[in-house]
């Protein structure tokens, strides 16, 4: 993934974050839980980041 792509893919992450999660405590995983918990509710940008970086790095 690229320097862009990820930065791309953390200010996405981001706003989602703190619209969908904002009652959540960072760390131990549970901001990513509480975004898998909502992805029919993520961000456009989002997706495309996700998208972007599941073609960088193919899954083996």
């Known amino acids: 993934m690229s320097r862009q792509q990820m930065m791309q893919m953390k200010s996405a992450c981001e706003a989602d974050a703190r619209r969908l999660c904002s009652g959540i405590q960072p760390g131990g995983g549970r901001l ?28 083996q």
């Open 32 to 59: 990513l839980g509480c975004l898998q918990q909502n992805a029919a509710n993520v961000s456009q940008p989002r997706t495309e980041a996700l998208m972007a970086a599941k073609g960088a790095h193919p899954q």
